[in-house]
């Protein structure tokens, strides 16, 4: 009933660029790319840190443990959130520093490269353009325990010539070579050529084979952590570079993925024919792309506590000139955050709700990963939900994804951080939701589902 009482309101400080026509003037230059234009299906399998499989995973942690080192990657996030959402951020790579380690990423995803195919690891980071991996020969490498992708040894790997329309902004010509580099924390640096080679995905029944994706073959890299078997980073934002952009027309500009509510188990992400898409009943909201930034901003118009609705001064959610505020969708940030202003006047409607629902509120301490945790009660059922008022659109958080309830520490707490700058709807408050992105709308499709139902 909310969602048709509100009728679209223009954002007081940016007007939002069209993504299709920002995505129709690099499928042309993509276009010349791909050998064929035929719609496929396929899926990849997301591995959150905590799972056994992930080449992340840090031990059998306990649930204190994993609570707080999602709140410690949240914090990484909307660091990294800062230097990848200003205006033209995906143009400018050279310049940014980006804060980036293995621990500040949730996801990653094995694909394959090359033919043969070889597999390999990367980071999945919703936040960043280019996909890239480590290359042979080395100039300088970092730690990998598994082989590092020879090129040499593909007959379908080809580097970006500079005459090629694809060699411009991240890329540029240097010594008559397509190049690039990615400056990441302080130190940590990937350069190398700019690509292209067939990458394989799985189906049903083998694999699938995409020919002459871009992407860097990276043979400098310094500073690097990752350890294990990663070998580089799959960019999955909004720029053109970004695997769902390059594939925009292969998958119809459709993907989608259900997370698991289990912190050790895999999810899937499914692309085009394998796409949820014909699921009926779901909610749709736009998908903003304001002024050229790489992420996927939604409009959040207000949010209720269960059924009280939480008055926000007006502008409270807009996108500020400067790049910071609005409202961003990205698995990659564990826990949800709300920019500082808003943050505060809905922790304090929260805490009075819970108060008057018998709750104690335990001292703020700086033990604490979250400022507002309770007195936990086993026999206390009356959790509220919370619903983010999208345009058109209803998105409801069900109470189990809205704490973290902790009994053998004796509390539960309202899983929100804060933030100076930004707020973002992270992947604890997607579990057992259904999510479509229908880039050629472009719009976000969306609705309640058990995921565990539908894991491959």
């Known amino acids: 009933m909310y969602k048709h009482y509100h009728t679209f309101k223009k954002m007081a400080h940016v007007q939002a660029f069209p993504l299709a026509i920002f995505f129709s003037y690099f499928s042309v230059l993509f276009l010349t790319h791909f050998t064929s234009s035929e719609s496929t299906g396929f899926s990849l399998k997301l591995i959150p840190i905590f799972s056994p499989e992930s080449p992340l995973y840090p031990g059998n942690l306990s649930q204190s443990e994993r609570i707080h080192k999602m709140f410690e990657i949240s914090k990484a996030r909307a660091n990294y959130m800062a230097s990848m959402s200003k205006p033209n951020a995906f143009q400018e790579l050279e310049d940014i520093h980006l804060p980036m380690a293995k621990q500040d990423l949730f996801y990653s995803v094995e694909v394959n490269i090359g033919t043969p195919m070889k597999p390999q690891h990367l980071l999945f980071d919703t936040a960043s353009s280019l996909v890239w991996t480590q290359c042979q020969p080395c100039i300088r490498c970092f730690d990998q325990t598994t082989p590092i992708f020879d090129p040499r040894a593909s007959t379908t790997y080809s580097e970006i010539p500079c005459n090629d329309p694809l060699c411009r902004s991240p890329f540029k010509c240097k010594n008559g070579k397509c190049v690039y580099t990615r400056r990441y924390h302080v130190g940590d640096v990937t350069r190398g050529l700019a690509s292209m080679e067939t990458f394989a995905f799985p189906v049903r029944n083998g694999f699938t084979s995409i020919p002459r994706l871009a992407f860097g073959c990276s043979n400098d890299n310094s500073g690097f952590a990752f350890g294990g078997k990663i070998s580089g980073i799959l960019g999955f934002n909004a720029s053109p570079l970004s695997l769902s952009s390059q594939l925009r027309n292969r998958i119809q500009g459709l993907f989608s993925y259900c997370l698991v509510r289990e912190m050790e188990a895999t999810s899937v992400i499914k692309f085009g024919r394998d796409a949820d898409v014909?699921?009926?009943?779901?909610?749709?909201?736009?998908?903003?792309?304001?002024?050229?930034?790489?992420?996927f901003y939604l409009h959040l118009l207000e949010i209720s506590i269960g059924r009280h609705i939480v008055r926000f001064p007006p502008g409270a959610f807009d996108i500020m000139r400067d790049g910071t505020g609005g409202f961003i969708i990205d698995t990659g940030t564990p826990v949800t955050i709300i920019r500082n202003g808003p943050y505060q006047t809905l922790m304090q409607r929260y805490d009075q709700i819970l108060r008057s629902l018998g709750r104690q509120?335990?001292?703020?301490?700086?033990?604490?990963?979250?400022?507002?945790?309770?007195?936990?009660?086993?026999?206390?059922?009356?959790?509220?939900?919370m619903t983010f008022h999208l345009q058109e659109a209803d998105y409801i958080v069900q109470p189990e994804n809205m704490y973290f309830i902790e009994p053998d520490r004796g509390r539960f707490c309202v899983a929100i951080q804060d933030d100076p700058k930004y707020s973002i709807l992270g992947a604890w408050q997607q579990q057992n939701m259904l999510i479509i992105y229908d880039l050629n709308v472009p719009a976000l499709r969306f609705g309640s589902e058990n995921c565990a139902n539908g894991r491959q």
């Open 278 to 295: 014909r699921r009926r009943g779901l909610e749709t909201t736009p998908i903003l792309l304001p002024d050229l930034r790489p992420n």
């Open 361 to 385: 509120r335990i001292p703020y301490n700086a033990s604490q990963e979250f400022d507002y945790c309770y007195r936990y009660d086993s026999s206390f059922k009356a959790y509220p939900s």
